[in-house]
């Protein structure tokens, strides 16, 4: 039996910071000791005062293979992953081809998949107009759980689900135990506007910002949590963008549903005043809104309306991003951010006040939670031992050369972050260290 030793003299645990050695046996952590407690011949490595974090699960990863790999795919999203200190990651169930919507589906991008992660990967299905039958064998295969659009998904091969496919298919998943995610849009508002903006010039980032009015999250969420009423189906909230809307998920997490909500990095850190025009990297829907609601979206978060954190790393080849003309109505919508959600959300977290304990929760144990993911998400006896020794205080400019997508067109670039990650382990191996991959085929379908 190996046994390797990590301390630190700030550890971060469920129950705070504080020095401690991490005691990892065949990848898994047998006890997380005092500084002091490293076994006769354990392997060691001393991180010094640089903080010790449980590796980050991001739920929200679009990896697009197979099928669309001129997007991205599992060796540069994992690779990426690495890189920014994620080493557990839930892959969408759209832009791929086909779809992960059926079992053989499934089953074609697990083997697309094979040998090709760095880091650990595991994956949504997809609930569309007509495959309510397959939702149970997909579970029995290993999926974690079900993402649905309520609104038009971009690509014709993912169908979108009104109440009619939403309800029956949230009472077959509160049966199976797995949650629902949603794409909390409708499209009523977002038709309602459609004509006013013919004429507006669409390089303007305002022309896009007001064709996604915050009224088409308020309805759909008041739409799902009348159906999570109903059903009593785990439901989620993905990407919750719209301040307006975040009564509607507080009055239900009140009422006591099985309701919950997520923000991504870009909507922690970026606001509609400072998108320049014709920046088409920054096009995400629901899209980025003002500075008001970016605090707003804070102050969720720290009060426990939002639960979580995760990137919807959404890629697309540079050309589907209108960068040559800058148009935003044209532009795919989608921001690529995966290696870079860990200092982005920490560099805006540390100017509120919040700590690494705070990042831990929102980044690392309610994802891991929110995927029925029991091995990960903390530095705790008996959870993989995934772990990402941070220097939370080296600031960095984010070069689009040291980026490892497939491609580096990301708002980020040129950014000022705090938070480096130094080195990456899964299950007690390191994989990414000052820069290197040490590992790239590390990863395991979970």
């Known amino acids: 039996m190996t046994t390797r030793v990590v301390r630190s003299r700030r550890v971060v645990t469920p129950e705070g910071v504080r020095p401690a050695a991490v005691i ?6 047998a006890r997380v000791g005092a ?51 994620t080493t557990a990651l839930v892959d969408m169930p759209l832009n791929s081809i086909p779809p992960t919507t059926t079992r053989a589906a499934l089953a074609e991008k697990r083997a697309a998949a094979q040998g090709q992660c760095a880091v650990d990967v595991g994956f949504w299905g997809g609930v569309v107009p007509g495959n309510l039958g397959e939702l149970a064998g997909m579970v029995a295969d290993g999926i974690r759980g079900f993402k649905a659009f309520m609104v038009d998904s971009g690509v014709e091969e993912f169908g979108w689900s009104d109440e009619s496919v939403l309800a029956p ?40 910002l007001a064709s996604r009015p915050p009224e088409a999250e308020e309805a759909a969420i008041a739409l799902i949590a009348r159906l999570c009423r109903a059903t009593r189906a785990r439901t989620h909230i993905v990407h919750h963008s719209a301040a307006s809307a975040l009564p509607l998920i507080a009055g239900a997490r009140a009422e006591g549903l099985p309701l919950t909500a997520e923000t991504c990095p870009h909507y922690l850190r970026f606001t509609a005043e400072a998108v320049p025009d014709g920046a088409t990297p920054y096009k995400c829907a629901p899209p980025i809104r003002d500075a008001a609601n970016r605090e707003a979206l ?18 697309c080849s540079p050309a589907l991003k209108a960068l040559d ?20 959300t920490w560099t805006e977290a540390r100017r509120r006040g919040f700590g690494l304990v705070a990042i831990a929760q929102w980044m690392s144990a309610a994802p891991a939670r929110l995927a029925g993911l029991s091995s990960k998400g903390a530095i705790a006896a008996g959870k993989d031992a995934d772990l990402v020794v941070f220097d939370d205080e080296q600031e960095f400019t984010v070069e ?13 670039a040129g950014a000022r972050l705090f938070g480096a990650v130094i080195t990456t382990y899964l299950r007690g191996l390191p994989i990414w260290d000052r820069g ?10 979970l």
């Open 400 to 412: 689009p050369a040291r980026i490892e997508h497939r491609h580096r067109v990301t708002p980020y």
């Open 35 to 85: 500084w002091g407690d490293v076994p006769a011949g354990a392997d060691l490595d001393d991180c010094g005062a640089r903080a010790l974090l449980p590796g980050v699960v991001d739920t929200h990863v679009h990896l697009n293979e197979p099928g669309r790999t001129e997007w991205e795919g599992f060796a540069t999203a994992t690779r990426a992953a690495a890189a920014g200190g």
């Open 169 to 208: 298919a949230m009472a077959a998943l509160a049966d199976l135990r797995v949650p629902l995610l949603v794409h909390a849009e409708v499209a009523g508002p977002i038709d309602a506007v459609a004509a006013s903006l013919a004429g507006l010039d669409p390089r303007r980032y305002a022309t896009y």
């Open 436 to 445: 290197r991959h040490l590992a790239t085929d590390h990863g395991r379908p």
């Open 298 to 315: 804070w102050r969720a978060l720290g009060a426990g309306v939002l639960e979580l954190v995760a990137s919807d790393h959404s890629p």
């Open 24 to 29: 990892i046996e065949d990848g898994v952590i």
């Open 325 to 344: 003309v800058g148009d935003f109505m044209a532009a795919w919508g989608g921001v690529a951010g995966l290696q870079l959600a860990l200092p982005a």
